[in-house]
């Protein structure tokens, strides 16, 4: 992709949604990190699920302290990998109580000092709780990332760089989630709906693929 061609991407993918957010469901930055901890390997529909169920009852790090080991799993049980996440909550909400006062911190390095939070997670708390221009780049904006050409590269962490120096400033604080919308909705793994995508235009994904 050209620096034309990614100013008219992400001037498009603007245009057709102004204000994009995460599909994830929370009302607190605790609540964001809760749900983003969880969705590894899972799908944001299903972890809502659970944290429907879990955030009624336990939203901060105290009150999940306090319900246990054995009732936070059984809390999100539906979740892939319930066991590990719940024991990664409870040390973590741990961390925040004695280190942070119960609040979640705002830096890279004390966010990826939490147990289960990886690079990708303390991104998205940094750019949906904190307004920073982060990437947060999980398996769609990987695969969109290479496959149109708007930033190649072998590994998460080169393609959030690439994006990071090519995406302009302007469209920074949203490209995150247009992004990942694209990737989930339009730019599909095993068959991308090119016929239908509005910025198939500006993609360097050859041949497009032709309406079924």
């Not at 699920?49 to 936070?72: D, H, S, Y």
């Not at 147990?115 to 307004?131: D, E, H, Q, S």
């Not at 947060?136 to 590269?153: K, M, S």
Request: aromatic share 6%; glycine share 6%; net charge positive.
């Amino acid at each position: 992709m050209t620096p034309a061609q990614i100013d008219r991407f992400f001037a498009t993918l603007q245009a057709a949604n102004p204000q994009p957010a995460s599909e994830l469901e929370y009302t607190s930055v605790f609540e964001l990190l809760t749900a983003v901890l969880l969705s590894a390997q899972a799908t944001d529909v299903g972890v809502n699920k659970a944290t429907r169920r879990l955030f009624p009852v336990a939203n901060t790090p105290q009150q999940i302290l306090a319900l246990g080991l054995e009732r936070l799993e059984g809390h999100i049980k539906t979740i892939g990998l319930y066991r590990s996440k719940a024991r990664h909550l409870m040390q973590t909400c741990a961390i925040l109580v004695e280190r942070h006062g119960g609040e979640v911190p705002r830096t890279r390095s004390e966010l990826e000092a939490l147990p289960g939070v990886g690079r990708k997670t303390a991104n998205v708390v940094l750019n949906v709780a904190f307004g920073e221009p982060t990437m947060a780049v999980d398996t769609h904006i990987f695969r969109v990332g290479n496959r149109t050409g708007l930033a190649p590269g072998k590994t998460p962490l080169a393609v959030e760089q690439q994006l990071l120096r090519r995406v302009p400033e302007r469209f920074l604080p949203h490209a995150h989630h247009w992004l990942i919308l694209h990737g989930r909705y339009v730019c599909l793994a095993r068959k991308p709906r090119c016929w239908e995508c509005a910025v198939a235009d500006c993609c360097d994904f050859q041949p497009k693929t032709p309406a079924p």
